[in-house]
């Protein structure tokens, strides 16, 4: 990350110049290699739901997450995506690499700022956190130790993950409401004979801006921090843990008296390439499990708030909020079996995206700082 600061596991102090390159870089990275999987995933059933007729549907995570919801569903759904892969391959073919793609320049001219104050705010929080306990450790220990502690270093990574995410919304969720629009536009003009559509991003923003106002370009973001803020905060506990545990590992394949600092020294771009794969990948896993009951209430409130925005006169919301939405499934979808439902394919999903985007990270920052000396 960008300082060191051994106690809670982050690697060597760098100029802020070379994060902001690295996490740049890696945001680019993962929206190219993820943004298809996303596009035929979320927004594909956020259209299956808002028109029925168009009978498409997907096992990946939005299917499952958005099963036995009766916003729009019909008995005419049929099941013509075997996976998401088999999904991204008929969009292919049928609507060429364009609806792959929809909503791309919003998600890189609005995604990439996102990842860059995600990435460098984690680590502005997590440093400055950090040195407010080392402050309180060495006012408060009579062996004036400063070291932090390992409830202390939960702490610190968790409110750190959860303050980046609400950081970083700022600039997610208007990036999000334009990509929404955008991928649904085709869509809409089809089946409802609408010859209204945005000529790009930018004219959907202005657009969105000048009839709903800042209400409508931030519409869902404390629903969408509800979802991906405890997602972000477990992240980055799981993360920190593993690359702790990685260096760990690195230190003991080494000689004794290389391995006596090598915990401090290391960087974390210059851990082992698999190692960074699999610290990413597993606190994707664990964190999207964790917490895909949030998950799955902010993607049935979206398709609510496509549904209602296509078709105002469809009838009334089915979930109030939120919580609304994890009682009701609770109660009516089988207790904890229907919050978790489609868990699996949404760890499928982010994986991924979350692996993608911290190796590249790790590795693009070290390369800056080296290339730049």
Request: contains cysteine.
């Amino acid at each position: 990350m960008t300082s060191k600061t051994s106690q809670t596991g982050s690697s060597l102090q760098m100029p802020p110049l070379h994060d902001v390159m690295g996490s740049a870089t890696a945001g680019i990275i993962s929206r190219i290699l993820t943004h298809p999987l996303d596009t035929v995933s979320d927004t594909t059933f956020v259209l299956i739901l808002t028109f029925p007729s168009w009978s498409v549907a997907s096992k990946a995570k939005a299917r499952l997450q958005a099963t036995n919801s009766s916003i729009g569903a019909t008995s005419n759904n049929k099941i013509s995506f075997r996976g998401p892969i088999d999904a991204i391959a008929q969009t292919y073919r049928k609507e060429g690499v364009r609806a792959l793609y929809g909503g791309f320049g919003a998600v890189i001219v609005g995604g990439t700022p996102g990842t860059v104050l995600y990435l460098t705010g984690y680590a502005f929080f997590r440093d400055s956190i950090t040195s407010l306990v080392s402050t309180w450790n060495r006012r408060n220990d009579t062996t004036k130790d400063s070291q932090v502690s390992r409830g202390q270093e939960f702490l610190v990574h968790f409110s750190s993950g959860m303050l980046a995410e609400a950081f970083a919304c700022i600039v997610y969720v208007p990036v999000d409401v334009v990509k929404e629009r955008m991928q649904v536009q085709q869509r809409i003009n089809v089946e409802i004979k609408d010859n209204h559509h945005y000529k790009g991003s930018w004219d959907a923003l202005q657009s969105i801006s000048r009839t709903e106002g800042l209400k409508g370009i931030y519409k869902g973001y404390w629903a969408t921090l509800a979802s991906f803020g405890p997602f972000s905060a477990l992240y980055f506990v799981f993360y920190e843990r593993f690359k702790a545990f990685a260096r760990e590992r690195v230190q003991s394949t080494l000689p004794y008296d290389a391995s006596q600092t090598v915990n401090d020294e290391i960087d974390d771009g210059n851990l082992p390439f698999l190692h960074l794969v699999a610290c990413s990948a597993g606190a994707g896993a664990l964190a999207s499990w964790l917490t895909s009951p949030l998950d799955m209430a902010k993607l049935r409130l979206q398709v609510q708030r496509g549904r209602i925005a296509a078709m105002p006169t469809s009838g009334r919301a089915q979930y109030k909020g939120m919580l609304d939405c994890l009682r009701s499934v609770y109660n009516n979808e089988g207790g904890l079996r229907g919050l978790f439902r489609g868990a699996g394919a949404r760890v499928m999903h982010v994986v991924p995206a979350t692996a993608v985007t911290m190796t590249s990270y790790e590795k693009c920052r070290t390369f800056y700082a080296n290339a730049c000396g």
